[in-house]
C-alpha cells in the first residue's frame, strides 16, 4: 500500500533504472543509471561520473523502480556500495496488481506509451548499445543507451501516476485526489537510427547462428 504516500512526497520522489552489461551466463555491470525527478534528469556513465551516484539518491525519500527489488536496487548496492534505505515502490508489483504485466515496455504500451525511435528495443539491446561503444568508441552509441536508460526513467513517473489514479478510484471520494499525468518530459539524447539497426542485425545474427 506503499502508492498511498506518492501523492504527498511526490516532490521528494526518484525514479531510478540501471542498465547493465548482463548477459546470460556473464557477469553483470552497472554501465548507466538514470535518475530522474519530476524536473531534472541525470545520467551517470561507467568510467567516468559513476561514483556520484550514491551521493546524488541520498537526496531523495521515494525510489519508484520498474523489477528494481530484483534487479537495480541489488546491484546498486553491490556495485557502488550505495545505502539505498529509501522507502521503495516497485512499479512491477503494484501494475501486477492492476492487470498489467509483460514487463516495463509492455506497461507502457498498455497505457499508451509511445517510446518513439526506441519503439521495439529492449535490455538486451542496452547491453549490445554499451558493447558497441567499447568496441568501435562511436559516441552515438553511448548517446543510444543513454537515451534508452533516460526513456525508462522518465516514463516510470507517468506509469506511476496512472498506476496511482486507479488505486485511487478504487476508494471513496477516489475521483477528488486523482492527479494530472505529466506530459512526456524531454529527453537531451537522440537514440540512432544506424546504431539501433547494427544492435538487431547483431541479434538476428545470433539467432540464426543458434539455430
Given at each position: 500500500e506503499l502508492w498511498r504516500?506518492?501523492?504527498?512526497?511526490?516532490?521528494?520522489?526518484?525514479?531510478?533504472?540501471?542498465?547493465?552489461?548482463?548477459?546470460p551466463g556473464g557477469g553483470c555491470e552497472i554501465t548507466t543509471v538514470a535518475l530522474?525527478?519530476?524536473?531534472?534528469?541525470?545520467?551517470?556513465?561507467?568510467?567516468?561520473?559513476?561514483?556520484e551516484f550514491p551521493q546524488d539518491v541520498m537526496g531523495y525519500k521515494i525510489l519508484v523502480t520498474y523489477n528494481g527489488r530484483c534487479f537495480d536496487l541489488p546491484i546498486l548496492r553491490e556495485s557502488l556500495r550505495?545505502?539505498?534505505?529509501?522507502?521503495?515502490?516497485?512499479?512491477r508489483f503494484l501494475l501486477s496488481a492492476l492487470g498489467f504485466r509483460g514487463g516495463l515496455k509492455g506497461c507502457?504500451?498498455?497505457?499508451?506509451?509511445?517510446?518513439?525511435?526506441?519503439?521495439?528495443v529492449d535490455g538486451y539491446f542496452a547491453v549490445?548499445?554499451?558493447?558497441?561503444?567499447?568496441?568501435?568508441?562511436?559516441?552515438?552509441?553511448?548517446?543510444?543507451?543513454l537515451a534508452y536508460n533516460s526513456a525508462?526513467?522518465?516514463n516510470l513517473e507517468r506509469l506511476m501516476v496512472k498506476a496511482y489514479n486507479m488505486k485511487v478510484l478504487e476508494t471513496p471520494f477516489g475521483e477528488e485526489l486523482l492527479m494530472?499525468?505529466?506530459p512526456p518530459h524531454p529527453i537531451p539524447f537522440k537514440p540512432d537510427k544506424g546504431i539501433i539497426e547494427r544492435a538487431r542485425e547483431r541479434i538476428s545474427a545470433s539467432k540464426r547462428a543458434s539455430n
Open positions: 504516500i506518492f501523492r504527498e512526497f511526490r516532490h521528494r520522489v526518484a525514479y531510478l533504472d540501471i542498465e547493465t552489461t548482463a548477459r530522474y525527478d519530476g524536473q531534472s534528469l541525470r545520467t551517470y556513465i561507467r568510467g567516468e561520473n559513476l561514483w550505495a545505502r539505498l534505505d529509501h522507502v521503495h515502490i516497485d512499479l507502457e504500451r498498455a497505457m499508451g506509451i509511445e517510446r518513439g525511435d526506441l519503439e521495439n549490445l548499445f554499451w558493447e558497441d561503444y567499447l568496441r568501435t568508441e562511436d559516441p552515438r552509441a553511448l548517446e543510444t543507451l525508462d526513467a522518465v494530472d499525468v505529466p
